[in-house]
Protein backbone atom coordinates (compact mmCIF):
# COMPACT_ATOMS: atom_id res chain seq x y z
CA UNK A 1 0.00 0.00 0.00
CA UNK A 2 1.04 3.36 -1.08
CA UNK A 3 1.82 5.87 2.23
CA UNK A 4 1.26 9.29 1.41
CA UNK A 5 3.73 11.57 3.41
CA UNK A 6 4.78 10.85 6.85
CA UNK A 7 8.62 10.72 5.83
CA UNK A 8 10.12 10.99 8.83
CA UNK A 9 7.88 8.27 10.71
CA UNK A 10 8.57 5.97 8.14
CA UNK A 11 12.39 6.65 8.57
CA UNK A 12 12.23 5.93 12.33
CA UNK A 13 10.26 2.65 11.51
CA UNK A 14 12.65 1.83 9.19
CA UNK A 15 15.51 2.09 11.70
CA UNK A 16 13.85 0.50 14.62
CA UNK A 17 12.69 -2.86 11.96
CA UNK A 18 16.42 -3.26 11.10
CA UNK A 19 17.76 -2.83 14.44
CA UNK A 20 19.52 -5.42 16.66
CA UNK A 21 17.98 -4.85 19.50
CA UNK A 22 15.16 -4.67 21.85
CA UNK A 23 13.06 -1.57 21.16
CA UNK A 24 9.92 -0.42 22.56
CA UNK A 25 7.67 2.28 20.99
CA UNK A 26 5.54 4.60 21.40
CA UNK A 27 3.08 6.03 18.84
CA UNK A 28 -0.05 8.60 19.30
CA UNK A 29 -1.90 11.31 18.03
CA UNK A 30 -5.52 12.66 17.55
CA UNK A 31 -8.55 10.67 16.60
CA UNK A 32 -8.39 9.88 12.80
CA UNK A 33 -5.01 11.03 12.08
CA UNK A 34 -3.70 7.45 10.34
CA UNK A 35 -1.92 6.18 13.19
CA UNK A 36 -3.09 2.32 12.98
CA UNK A 37 -2.98 2.52 8.83
CA UNK A 38 0.65 3.38 9.36
CA UNK A 39 1.66 1.27 11.11
CA UNK A 40 -0.38 -1.74 9.53
CA UNK A 41 0.91 -0.90 5.83
CA UNK A 42 4.54 0.10 6.75
CA UNK A 43 4.56 -3.76 8.46
CA UNK A 44 2.30 -4.97 5.81
CA UNK A 45 0.21 -6.66 9.02
CA UNK A 46 3.39 -9.00 9.01
CA UNK A 47 3.12 -9.11 12.98
CA UNK A 48 4.21 -11.78 15.63
CA UNK A 49 0.90 -10.26 17.62
CA UNK A 50 -1.48 -7.71 16.58
CA UNK A 51 -4.63 -6.67 18.74
CA UNK A 52 -6.96 -3.45 19.60
CA UNK A 53 -8.41 -2.14 22.64
CA UNK A 54 -12.49 -2.31 22.85
CA UNK A 55 -13.84 1.21 23.23
CA UNK A 56 -15.46 1.32 26.80
CA UNK A 57 -15.04 -2.02 27.08
CA UNK A 58 -14.98 -3.27 30.68
CA UNK A 59 -11.66 -5.46 31.95
CA UNK A 60 -13.26 -9.01 31.51
CA UNK A 61 -14.14 -7.89 27.76
CA UNK A 62 -10.44 -6.26 27.19
CA UNK A 63 -8.81 -9.55 28.41
CA UNK A 64 -11.57 -11.68 26.54
CA UNK A 65 -10.99 -9.75 23.03
CA UNK A 66 -6.89 -10.31 24.24
CA UNK A 67 -6.77 -13.70 24.51
CA UNK A 68 -8.91 -14.66 21.03
CA UNK A 69 -6.04 -12.55 19.47
CA UNK A 70 -3.74 -14.59 21.09
CA UNK A 71 -5.21 -18.21 19.83
CA UNK A 72 -5.13 -16.43 16.71
CA UNK A 73 -1.71 -16.38 16.46
CA UNK A 74 -0.71 -19.70 18.57
CA UNK A 75 -1.00 -23.19 17.66
CA UNK A 76 -1.46 -24.05 21.25
CA UNK A 77 -4.46 -25.21 23.35
CA UNK A 78 -4.47 -22.05 25.82
CA UNK A 79 -6.68 -21.01 28.62
CA UNK A 80 -8.41 -18.15 29.01
CA UNK A 81 -6.15 -15.68 31.32
CA UNK A 82 -7.99 -14.24 34.45
CA UNK A 83 -5.71 -11.40 34.62
CA UNK A 84 -3.39 -8.91 32.36
CA UNK A 85 -0.17 -10.89 34.04
CA UNK A 86 -1.30 -14.37 32.92
CA UNK A 87 -1.84 -12.07 29.52
CA UNK A 88 1.18 -11.19 29.03
CA UNK A 89 2.50 -14.64 29.93
CA UNK A 90 0.91 -15.61 26.66
CA UNK A 91 2.17 -13.35 24.89
CA UNK A 92 5.70 -14.19 25.71
CA UNK A 93 5.03 -17.93 24.43
CA UNK A 94 3.51 -16.31 21.55
CA UNK A 95 7.00 -14.43 20.74
CA UNK A 96 9.23 -17.36 22.03
CA UNK A 97 7.69 -19.34 19.39
CA UNK A 98 7.27 -17.02 16.03
CA UNK A 99 10.11 -17.90 13.47
CA UNK A 100 10.10 -14.69 12.29
CA UNK A 101 13.76 -12.80 12.18
CA UNK A 102 12.28 -9.47 13.74
CA UNK A 103 9.19 -10.57 16.00
CA UNK A 104 6.68 -6.97 15.80
CA UNK A 105 4.12 -6.39 18.62
CA UNK A 106 1.89 -4.24 17.89
CA UNK A 107 -1.37 -3.26 20.64
CA UNK A 108 -3.32 -0.67 19.34
CA UNK A 109 -5.68 1.58 21.44
CA UNK A 110 -3.48 1.28 24.27
CA UNK A 111 -5.67 3.39 26.80
CA UNK A 112 -8.60 1.54 25.99
CA UNK A 113 -6.83 -1.64 27.71
CA UNK A 114 -6.22 0.60 31.49
CA UNK A 115 -9.70 -0.18 32.66
CA UNK A 116 -10.04 0.92 36.41
CA UNK A 117 -8.01 -1.91 38.73
CA UNK A 118 -6.82 -3.69 35.80
CA UNK A 119 -3.35 -3.30 36.68
CA UNK A 120 -2.65 -3.35 33.27
CA UNK A 121 0.07 -0.95 33.07
CA UNK A 122 1.54 -3.10 36.02
CA UNK A 123 1.31 -5.92 33.84
CA UNK A 124 3.35 -4.32 30.72
CA UNK A 125 5.84 -2.67 33.21
CA UNK A 126 6.48 -6.29 34.21
CA UNK A 127 6.64 -8.02 31.22
CA UNK A 128 8.71 -5.47 29.18
CA UNK A 129 11.61 -4.78 32.34
CA UNK A 130 11.51 -8.59 33.63
CA UNK A 131 11.65 -10.17 29.72
CA UNK A 132 10.77 -7.80 26.80
CA UNK A 133 13.99 -5.44 27.04
CA UNK A 134 16.34 -8.49 26.83
CA UNK A 135 14.71 -10.00 23.51
CA UNK A 136 17.21 -8.91 21.08
CA UNK A 137 14.78 -9.52 18.23
CA UNK A 138 11.89 -7.99 19.47
CA UNK A 139 10.04 -4.50 18.30
CA UNK A 140 7.12 -3.77 20.67
CA UNK A 141 5.00 -1.16 19.75
CA UNK A 142 2.17 0.71 20.79
CA UNK A 143 -0.52 3.19 20.12
CA UNK A 144 -3.34 5.20 21.38
CA UNK A 145 -5.48 7.74 20.42
CA UNK A 146 -6.01 9.33 23.59
CA UNK A 147 -2.79 11.21 23.45
CA UNK A 148 -2.84 12.45 26.88
CA UNK A 149 -3.13 9.21 28.70
CA UNK A 150 0.18 8.00 26.01
CA UNK A 151 1.92 10.98 26.70
CA UNK A 152 1.07 10.66 31.08
CA UNK A 153 1.27 6.71 31.35
CA UNK A 154 3.75 5.85 28.66
CA UNK A 155 6.07 8.84 27.70
CA UNK A 156 6.73 10.46 30.73
CA UNK A 157 5.54 7.47 32.93
CA UNK A 158 6.86 7.73 36.29
CA UNK A 159 7.24 4.01 37.40
CA UNK A 160 8.47 1.28 35.99
CA UNK A 161 7.81 2.45 32.83
CA UNK A 162 10.12 5.84 32.97
CA UNK A 163 12.95 6.25 30.36
CA UNK A 164 11.93 2.41 29.11
CA UNK A 165 10.35 3.48 25.99
CA UNK A 166 13.46 4.06 23.00
CA UNK A 167 11.17 5.76 20.59
CA UNK A 168 8.08 7.82 20.57
CA UNK A 169 6.46 8.91 17.61
CA UNK A 170 3.51 12.05 17.38
CA UNK A 171 1.85 11.84 14.20
CA UNK A 172 0.35 15.15 13.34
CA UNK A 173 -2.12 15.87 10.80
CA UNK A 174 -1.44 15.98 6.83
CA UNK A 175 0.17 19.15 5.56
CA UNK A 176 -1.40 21.22 2.99
CA UNK A 177 1.23 19.54 0.63
CA UNK A 178 0.32 15.95 2.29
CA UNK A 179 -3.13 16.46 1.74
CA UNK A 180 -2.97 17.58 -1.96
CA UNK A 181 -0.85 13.95 -2.58
CA UNK A 182 -3.42 12.32 -0.87
CA UNK A 183 -6.30 13.61 -2.65
CA UNK A 184 -4.43 13.02 -6.01
CA UNK A 185 -4.17 9.51 -4.72
CA UNK A 186 -7.58 8.97 -4.37
CA UNK A 187 -8.52 10.12 -8.02
CA UNK A 188 -9.40 13.45 -6.58
CA UNK A 189 -7.76 16.52 -8.63
CA UNK A 190 -8.37 19.75 -7.05
CA UNK A 191 -7.04 23.07 -7.40
CA UNK A 192 -5.35 24.65 -4.61
CA UNK A 193 -7.83 27.14 -3.32
CA UNK A 194 -10.22 24.08 -3.21
CA UNK A 195 -7.67 22.04 -1.69
CA UNK A 196 -7.32 24.75 0.55
CA UNK A 197 -11.06 24.90 1.78
CA UNK A 198 -11.18 21.50 2.08
CA UNK A 199 -7.87 22.03 4.89
CA UNK A 200 -9.84 24.87 6.67
CA UNK A 201 -12.93 22.05 7.33
CA UNK A 202 -11.34 18.90 8.07
CA UNK A 203 -7.24 20.00 8.85
CA UNK A 204 -5.70 17.29 6.87
CA UNK A 205 -7.23 14.59 9.19
CA UNK A 206 -6.65 11.21 6.44
CA UNK A 207 -9.42 9.42 7.43
CA UNK A 208 -11.97 12.70 6.91
CA UNK A 209 -10.27 13.11 3.24
CA UNK A 210 -10.77 9.54 2.28
CA UNK A 211 -14.69 9.66 2.75
CA UNK A 212 -14.44 12.27 0.00
CA UNK A 213 -16.66 11.34 -3.16
CA UNK A 214 -14.32 12.55 -6.68
CA UNK A 215 -17.41 12.48 -8.45
CA UNK A 216 -18.82 15.28 -6.27
CA UNK A 217 -17.69 18.85 -5.95
CA UNK A 218 -16.12 20.11 -2.20
CA UNK A 219 -19.61 22.26 -1.75
CA UNK A 220 -21.26 18.71 -2.57
CA UNK A 221 -19.25 17.06 -0.29
CA UNK A 222 -19.41 18.91 2.47
CA UNK A 223 -23.19 19.16 2.48
CA UNK A 224 -23.08 15.27 1.47
CA UNK A 225 -20.64 14.49 4.77
CA UNK A 226 -22.12 17.04 7.60
CA UNK A 227 -25.37 18.95 6.43
CA UNK A 228 -27.57 15.51 4.88
CA UNK A 229 -30.08 14.20 7.10
CA UNK A 230 -27.82 11.17 7.02
CA UNK A 231 -24.36 12.73 6.90
CA UNK A 232 -21.62 9.83 7.87
CA UNK A 233 -19.45 12.96 10.18
CA UNK A 234 -23.26 14.12 11.85
CA UNK A 235 -22.02 12.55 15.37
CA UNK A 236 -18.37 13.19 14.27
CA UNK A 237 -18.05 15.79 17.42
CA UNK A 238 -19.36 14.34 20.35
CA UNK A 239 -17.76 10.76 19.15
CA UNK A 240 -14.18 12.75 19.11
CA UNK A 241 -14.47 14.25 22.13
CA UNK A 242 -16.16 11.66 24.04
CA UNK A 243 -12.88 9.31 22.54
CA UNK A 244 -10.74 10.79 24.02
CA UNK A 245 -11.19 12.22 27.03
CA UNK A 246 -12.94 10.96 30.34
CA UNK A 247 -15.79 13.99 31.33
CA UNK A 248 -15.38 15.47 27.69
CA UNK A 249 -17.98 18.20 28.94
CA UNK A 250 -15.24 20.19 30.46
CA UNK A 251 -12.84 19.82 27.66
CA UNK A 252 -15.80 20.74 25.16
CA UNK A 253 -16.47 23.79 27.05
CA UNK A 254 -12.77 24.84 26.75
CA UNK A 255 -13.04 24.21 23.32
CA UNK A 256 -16.54 26.18 22.91
CA UNK A 257 -15.20 29.18 24.72
CA UNK A 258 -11.50 29.47 22.92
CA UNK A 259 -13.64 29.58 19.28
CA UNK A 260 -14.91 32.62 19.90
CA UNK A 261 -11.92 34.57 19.97
CA UNK A 262 -9.26 34.23 17.18
CA UNK A 263 -6.27 35.30 19.13
CA UNK A 264 -7.47 32.91 22.05
CA UNK A 265 -8.18 33.65 25.96
CA UNK A 266 -5.87 33.84 29.00
CA UNK A 267 -5.85 31.25 31.83
CA UNK A 268 -8.24 33.67 33.93
CA UNK A 269 -10.77 34.24 30.62
CA UNK A 270 -11.00 30.62 29.89
CA UNK A 271 -12.39 30.15 33.86
CA UNK A 272 -14.80 33.24 33.57
CA UNK A 273 -15.94 31.87 30.31
CA UNK A 274 -16.24 28.25 31.36
CA UNK A 275 -17.08 28.78 35.07
CA UNK A 276 -14.51 25.76 35.58
CA UNK A 277 -12.00 26.07 38.86
CA UNK A 278 -9.13 27.55 38.38
CA UNK A 279 -6.77 24.50 39.59
CA UNK A 280 -4.62 21.80 39.04
CA UNK A 281 -7.91 20.06 36.96
CA UNK A 282 -7.70 23.07 34.77
CA UNK A 283 -3.84 22.33 33.73
CA UNK A 284 -4.19 18.96 33.23
CA UNK A 285 -7.09 19.94 31.11
CA UNK A 286 -5.28 22.24 28.94
CA UNK A 287 -2.20 20.15 28.58
CA UNK A 288 -4.22 17.28 27.72
CA UNK A 289 -5.97 19.60 25.07
CA UNK A 290 -2.54 21.16 23.61
CA UNK A 291 -1.06 17.46 23.08
CA UNK A 292 -3.89 16.30 21.39
CA UNK A 293 -3.08 19.48 19.24
CA UNK A 294 -6.23 20.72 19.32
CA UNK A 295 -5.40 23.90 21.00
CA UNK A 296 -1.62 25.94 21.08
CA UNK A 297 0.06 27.94 24.17
CA UNK A 298 1.88 30.62 22.77
CA UNK A 299 3.29 34.20 25.11
CA UNK A 300 3.83 36.71 22.86
CA UNK A 301 5.71 39.04 25.11
CA UNK A 302 8.11 38.08 27.78
CA UNK A 303 6.60 38.34 31.10
CA UNK A 304 3.26 38.51 30.09
CA UNK A 305 0.52 36.02 30.86
CA UNK A 306 0.05 33.26 28.51
CA UNK A 307 -2.71 32.65 25.59
CA UNK A 308 -4.32 29.64 24.44
CA UNK A 309 -5.72 29.15 21.02
CA UNK A 310 -8.29 27.05 19.40
CA UNK A 311 -5.90 25.54 16.24
CA UNK A 312 -8.15 22.24 15.56
CA UNK A 313 -9.77 23.16 12.21
CA UNK A 314 -12.64 20.56 12.72
CA UNK A 315 -13.65 22.15 16.04
CA UNK A 316 -13.27 25.61 14.45
CA UNK A 317 -15.94 24.59 11.74
CA UNK A 318 -17.78 22.78 14.03
CA UNK A 319 -19.07 25.60 16.23
CA UNK A 320 -19.08 28.19 13.03
CA UNK A 321 -21.76 26.37 10.97
CA UNK A 322 -22.73 22.80 13.13
CA UNK A 323 -22.94 23.33 16.96
CA UNK A 324 -26.47 23.96 17.90
CA UNK A 325 -27.83 24.18 14.41
CA UNK A 326 -31.05 22.24 12.87
CA UNK A 327 -29.80 22.15 9.33
CA UNK A 328 -32.94 21.47 7.25
CA UNK A 329 -31.60 22.40 4.26
CA UNK A 330 -29.42 19.42 2.29
CA UNK A 331 -27.35 21.97 0.43
CA UNK A 332 -26.73 24.02 3.12
CA UNK A 333 -22.72 24.89 2.48
CA UNK A 334 -23.38 24.72 -1.57
CA UNK A 335 -26.36 28.20 -0.33
CA UNK A 336 -23.29 29.84 1.38
CA UNK A 337 -21.17 29.65 -1.15
CA UNK A 338 -19.90 33.43 -1.73
CA UNK A 339 -22.20 34.40 1.16
CA UNK A 340 -21.24 37.29 3.35
CA UNK A 341 -20.84 34.43 6.38
CA UNK A 342 -18.99 32.31 4.63
CA UNK A 343 -16.09 34.61 3.19
CA UNK A 344 -15.62 35.99 6.59
CA UNK A 345 -15.14 32.19 7.97
CA UNK A 346 -12.79 31.94 4.88
CA UNK A 347 -10.71 34.93 6.04
CA UNK A 348 -10.31 33.73 9.42
CA UNK A 349 -9.80 30.31 8.75
CA UNK A 350 -6.98 31.38 6.24
CA UNK A 351 -5.46 33.01 9.04
CA UNK A 352 -5.37 29.84 11.12
CA UNK A 353 -3.98 28.02 7.95
CA UNK A 354 -0.76 29.90 7.60
CA UNK A 355 0.10 29.33 11.18
CA UNK A 356 -0.24 25.65 10.23
CA UNK A 357 2.34 26.07 8.16
CA UNK A 358 4.52 28.41 9.75
CA UNK A 359 7.42 26.40 8.55
CA UNK A 360 6.56 27.09 4.82
CA UNK A 361 6.02 30.60 5.53
CA UNK A 362 9.67 30.86 6.97
CA UNK A 363 11.42 29.01 3.93
CA UNK A 364 9.27 31.29 1.08
CA UNK A 365 10.84 34.42 3.96
CA UNK A 366 14.52 32.80 3.68
CA UNK A 367 14.68 32.52 7.87
CA UNK A 368 14.52 28.68 8.35
CA UNK A 369 18.32 28.96 9.75
CA UNK A 370 17.26 31.84 12.19
CA UNK A 371 15.87 31.10 15.60
CA UNK A 372 12.23 32.92 15.64
CA UNK A 373 8.85 33.39 17.56
CA UNK A 374 5.96 33.63 16.16
CA UNK A 375 2.28 34.51 17.43
CA UNK A 376 -0.96 36.56 16.55
CA UNK A 377 -0.74 39.97 18.80
CA UNK A 378 -3.05 42.41 20.04
CA UNK A 379 -2.63 45.21 21.61
CA UNK A 380 -4.99 48.26 22.93
CA UNK A 381 -4.27 50.16 19.78
CA UNK A 382 -3.89 47.29 17.34
CA UNK A 383 -4.33 43.98 16.15
CA UNK A 384 -2.07 41.93 14.21
CA UNK A 385 -2.79 38.79 12.19
CA UNK A 386 0.95 37.48 12.47
CA UNK A 387 4.13 38.54 13.80
CA UNK A 388 7.87 36.93 13.60
CA UNK A 389 10.19 37.44 16.30
CA UNK A 390 13.50 37.08 14.85
CA UNK A 391 16.89 36.62 16.75
CA UNK A 392 18.71 38.58 13.73
CA UNK A 393 17.06 42.18 15.24
CA UNK A 394 14.16 41.91 12.25
CA UNK A 395 10.27 41.89 13.04
CA UNK A 396 8.10 40.79 10.47
CA UNK A 397 4.62 41.76 10.66
CA UNK A 398 2.48 39.38 8.47
CA UNK A 399 -0.98 40.42 7.18
CA UNK A 400 -3.26 38.09 5.84
CA UNK A 401 -5.99 38.43 3.45
CA UNK A 402 -8.28 35.71 2.03
CA UNK A 403 -10.25 37.33 -1.51
CA UNK A 404 -12.39 36.26 -4.35
CA UNK A 405 -10.37 38.51 -6.64
CA UNK A 406 -6.86 39.76 -6.53
CA UNK A 407 -6.22 42.18 -2.93
CA UNK A 408 -5.40 45.37 -4.01
CA UNK A 409 -4.14 47.87 -0.49
CA UNK A 410 -6.08 50.85 -0.37
CA UNK A 411 -4.96 54.08 1.39
CA UNK A 412 -6.74 53.38 4.49
CA UNK A 413 -5.48 50.03 5.16
CA UNK A 414 -1.91 50.92 4.29
CA UNK A 415 -2.44 53.27 7.42
CA UNK A 416 -3.65 50.88 9.55
CA UNK A 417 -0.24 48.84 8.72
CA UNK A 418 1.85 51.59 9.63
CA UNK A 419 0.31 52.05 12.63
CA UNK A 420 0.81 48.26 13.34
CA UNK A 421 4.41 48.42 12.63
CA UNK A 422 4.72 52.09 14.51
CA UNK A 423 3.23 49.40 17.61
CA UNK A 424 5.69 46.58 17.32
CA UNK A 425 8.40 48.68 17.66
CA UNK A 426 7.27 50.39 20.45
CA UNK A 427 6.75 46.74 22.24
CA UNK A 428 9.82 45.17 20.63
CA UNK A 429 12.22 48.22 21.51
CA UNK A 430 15.26 46.15 21.12
CA UNK A 431 14.04 44.65 17.65
CA UNK A 432 15.92 46.97 15.11
CA UNK A 433 13.64 46.68 12.22
CA UNK A 434 10.30 45.87 10.95
CA UNK A 435 9.27 44.53 7.61
CA UNK A 436 6.15 43.88 6.07
CA UNK A 437 4.86 40.64 4.60
CA UNK A 438 1.51 40.34 2.64
CA UNK A 439 0.43 36.91 2.92
CA UNK A 440 -2.90 36.08 0.41
CA UNK A 441 -4.41 33.39 -1.60
CA UNK A 442 -3.73 35.38 -4.47
CA UNK A 443 -1.49 37.54 -6.25
CA UNK A 444 -1.77 40.58 -5.72
CA UNK A 445 -2.38 44.05 -7.55
CA UNK A 446 0.70 46.32 -6.89
CA UNK A 447 0.11 49.80 -6.49
CA UNK A 448 1.85 52.66 -4.48
CA UNK A 449 1.04 51.33 -1.59
CA UNK A 450 2.08 48.25 -2.05
CA UNK A 451 5.64 49.19 -3.50
CA UNK A 452 5.89 51.71 -0.08
CA UNK A 453 4.81 49.14 2.55
CA UNK A 454 5.17 45.58 1.32
CA UNK A 455 8.60 43.59 1.56
CA UNK A 456 7.38 40.19 0.65
CA UNK A 457 4.24 38.96 -0.95
CA UNK A 458 3.87 34.53 0.11
CA UNK A 459 1.04 33.47 -1.58
CA UNK A 460 -1.37 30.29 -1.45
CA UNK A 461 0.91 28.18 -3.63
CA UNK A 462 3.87 29.00 -1.30
CA UNK A 463 2.32 27.44 1.48
CA UNK A 464 1.66 24.54 -0.65
CA UNK A 465 5.78 24.01 -0.47
CA UNK A 466 7.40 22.51 2.55
Known amino acids: MQIIGREQEIKELQRLKESNQAEFVAIYGRRRVGKTWLVRSFFQDQFTFYTTGIARGNRKEQL ?19 DWYEAFDLLKDVIKHSRQRRKVVFLDELPWMDTQKSEFLKAIDLFW ?29 KGGLHNRLTCHLHLEPFTLAESKAYLHSQGVRWT ?51 SLFNKSEDYVKIIAALSKRRSGYTREEIVKATGLANGGGLTRKLDELEQCSFI ?84 PNAQMDMVIIRADKVTTLCEMKYTNNPYAITKQEADKLRRRAAELSQCFPTQKQVLITLVSNQVPKKNIYYNSLITNNITLSDLFLE
Open 192 to 242: DDLVAECYMVMGGIPYYLHLLDRSMSLAQNIDRLFFAPNALLKDEFDTLYK
Open 64 to 82: QNFYKSICSYSKSDLQQPK
Open 129 to 157: NSWGNMQQNLLFVVCGSAASWMVKNIIRN
Open 296 to 379: RRYNPVKGRTAIYQLIDFYSLFYFQFLNGSQHFDRDAWLHLQATPRHNTWLGLSFERLCFAHIYAIQKALGITGIATKTFPMQT
